[in-house]
């Protein structure tokens, strides 16, 4: 009988632990990175809140063009054209990233891009991977989806950071203060944010990859592009190159 009386108890609280769990794994890199950068010590809240109302206002915007312009299909066969469709539209990810980093206030480039970065890939996963973290946590049984989507939520956070930094180098490129020899760096990394939801789609229609193989390949994604986006940040623009001694 006192096994019976305890048991819902018990379970309530192992529900518990791994809502806690998972929720640190989705939500904690996002707060290691705030305190353990020049976010803290310049305040980067506001500018990472600002970049998460961006990311949402953005996503309305998406939302509209494809139901305005993709047709819908009653059919779940793969459909190349629309995936190309819903591949190009992610460029509203980048005119959104665009206008929040330029409208954004400060001075440190740094500052700017992990502010505008983190809100931005913190709102993605709090839009998109809340409810399921939450609802898969809570379920009587674990469920291994609820690590994927927080694995995922960080391997996304990188490459957002990594997007982020490229956009803003795309800035300077139009106010002509970015090295000749980053720009087609740049640009390959702007045209990879726009194909790779493609690729993805082709691989898993045609391939018919197992879940953890598809996270695999978003992470081929998200590091190169994090380590081009250092590389490019570290090549100083033509204004600083030949200053006078």
């Not at 506001?46 to 494809?66: A, E, F, N, P």
């Not at 609802?135 to 609820?146: C, P, R, T």
């Not at 690590?147 to 957002?160: D, K, P, V, W």
């Not at 590389?231 to 600083?240: D, E, G, H, R, T």
């Amino acid at each position: 009988f006192g096994n019976s009386v305890w048991w819902p108890f018990g379970s309530i609280r192992m529900n518990l632990l791994q809502l806690i769990y998972c929720g640190l794994i989705t939500y904690g890199p996002s707060f290691i990175v705030y305190r353990s950068t020049k976010l803290l010590e310049f305040n980067g809240l506001s500018l990472c809140i600002y970049s998460g109302l961006g990311y949402g206002v953005t996503q309305v915007v998406k939302m509209i063009l494809l139901a305005t312009f993709l047709p819908t299909s009653e059919s779940e066969m793969f459909d190349f054209s629309q995936e190309l469709l819903k591949a190009l539209v992610g460029i509203i990810d980048i005119i959104g990233l665009h206008y929040v980093l330029k409208w954004s206030r400060g001075s440190d480039r740094i500052v700017k891009i992990l502010g505008v970065g983190l809100g931005w890939g913190t709102a993605e996963s709090i839009l998109f991977r809340l409810a399921p973290v939450w609802l898969g946590a809570k379920g009587m049984e674990f469920d291994w989806s609820v690590i994927y989507t927080s694995i995922e939520a960080n391997i996304s956070l990188l490459g957002t950071i990594g997007l982020t930094t490229m956009v803003w180098l795309w800035g300077l490129w139009r106010r002509k203060n970015l090295s000749p020899s980053v720009f087609p760096l740049v640009l390959a990394a702007l045209l990879a944010h726009l194909l790779f939801p493609l690729l993805v789609s082709v691989v898993k229609a045609k391939l018919a990859i197992p879940a953890w193989s598809v996270l695999l390949l978003q992470l081929a994604y998200s590091v190169p592009l994090a380590l081009a986006a250092r590389y490019a940040l570290s090549i100083p623009p033509p204004s600083q190159q030949h200053k006078p001694e």
